[in-house]
């Protein structure tokens, strides 16, 4: 699994290190150090605005996460078609160089708006890849969102 936060930069050309702890997960947990790299799903912020970040599939879990989006039921078809056009056509497949760095492809900088500083941030099965700008929206947003029903969180161990 995937966990941690880590702060890093990007540079003119889109190269930023992939943190060693995830490279070492990409391998000895997914078996592969190949992944797919993609927009994630728009972050509602209230007011008509939405932030995006960059999901990191590890590559066997993309061609999961195909398969479920092919046979999945409960999209309308403008759903559906937003779904393929954000993330499934923009998704490219990548790894990390001897550096253990990777070369994000420009046009999902400019759509997760990756200047110069970035995070990386694990989420279990996935990698999100945010500008430090926008993550720090989307955690405000989240603590709006975040549960309130104790009873639910009792559930979870919280």
């Not at 790299?37 to 879990?61: E, H, R």
């Not at 393929?84 to 550096?99: F, G, H, N």
């Amino acid at each position: 699994m995937f966990r941690g936060i880590f702060e890093t930069s990007i540079d003119a050309k889109g190269r930023t290190s992939l943190p060693a702890k995830f490279r070492e997960t990409l391998v000895d947990v997914h078996g592969d150090e190949r992944f797919f790299i993609t927009n994630s799903s728009p972050v509602d912020l209230g007011g008509g605005g939405f932030s995006t970040g960059l999901l990191i599939f590890p590559y066997k879990k993309w061609f999961e996460f195909e398969e479920n989006f092919r046979t999945s039921k409960g999209l309308t078809s403008a759903q559906r078609n937003s779904v393929m056009r954000t993330i499934i056509s923009p998704a490219t497949e990548c790894s990390v160089d001897k550096l253990g760095r990777l070369l994000i492809p420009p046009h999902l900088r400019k759509s997760a708006a990756l200047e110069r500083d970035i995070m990386f941030v694990g989420v279990l099965d996935k990698i999100e890849v945010w500008s430090q700008a926008e993550r720090e929206k989307v955690r405000v947003q989240d603590m709006r969102n975040f549960p309130s029903d104790t009873e639910a969180m009792a559930e979870l161990g919280l």
